[in-house]
């Protein structure tokens, strides 16, 4: 299948910094692709579906100030967690539509997620 | 919200056939039937999508029921390494509304 790769794989902050991840699909062009994002114990929540070359979209109650989505390229989309604390400690997931697939599956390929820690 | 229902967990012995169900009532004509699983501290794993035929690929097999109100992912030989939390989600293929949204799916423990 497809290949989504995300970096970094763990990050540990201070307080109040900013920390970036990114997610890349590296065998196909990435139209669409999505952030979830998951706590301890608990299911994936969607946080926001990104669309190259547009704005992001964000789930209800996600700050779009606060996770700051760029999808530059067909094959990047990044994350920005801004002004980190504690409670953004997380496990965070992108997944990716391949855009020639789309009509044939629509099958979404994940990356390997990223597990940010906040101090 | 999640349209579909799950039981919270279930366990299988080693190399007998996992047969996991999913409760999905009020799916919609467009909607297809799709499994994902992850394993521990992983991104999850696309598994098989069907849409009212049965399917089979190298990892599962899907059945589902005539009214398509249930399905039943169907891993026929499994292993240690299937241990992990299954999530069927129903969704159009393509569209605004295709986004995946994630139920509590159900954990699956795979004995020795």
């Known amino acids: 299948g497809a290949v989504v790769s995300q970096h970094p794989s763990r990050v540990i902050c201070k307080s109040g910094t900013s920390v970036k991840i990114e997610c890349r699909s590296l065998d196909f062009q990435a139209t669409t692709m999505f952030w979830y994002r998951q706590f301890p114990k608990q299911s994936l929540m969607l946080m926001a579906t990104?669309?190259?070359?547009?704005?992001?979209?964000?789930e209800q109650g996600v700050e779009k100030d606060k996770f700051l989505i760029n999808h530059a390229s067909l094959t990047l989309s990044t994350l920005t967690v801004t002004s980190a604390h504690p409670e953004d400690s997380s496990f965070y997931i992108c997944?990716?539509?391949?855009?020639?697939?789309?009509?044939?599956?629509?099958?979404?390929?994940f990356g390997e997620g990223s597990r940010l820690t906040v101090l | 919200d999640a349209k579909t229902t799950q039981p919270p967990s279930m366990d299988c012995a080693e190399g007998r056939a996992a047969n996991l169900p999913c409760n999905h009532s009020t799916i919609s004509g467009n909607e297809y039937v799709y499994w994902y699983r992850q394993i521990h501290s992983q991104g999850p794993q696309y598994i098989i999508h069907?849409?009212?035929n049965n399917e089979t690929n190298e990892m599962a097999s899907l059945i589902i029921t005539e009214d398509r109100k249930s399905s039943t992912l169907i891993l026929p030989h499994a292993t240690l390494r299937d241990t992990a939390v299954y999530y069927c989600?129903?969704?159009?293929?393509?569209?605004?509304?295709?986004?995946?949204?994630f139920g509590k799916g159900i954990t699956l423990s795979v004995r020795p």
């Open positions: 990104s669309n190259e070359g547009s704005k992001a979209t964000y």
């Open positions: 997944s990716a539509r391949d855009r020639g697939q789309l009509a044939n599956t629509g099958e979404l390929f």
């Open positions: 069907g849409l009212k």
């Open positions: 989600i129903v969704r159009p293929l393509t569209g605004a509304n295709s986004k995946l949204t």
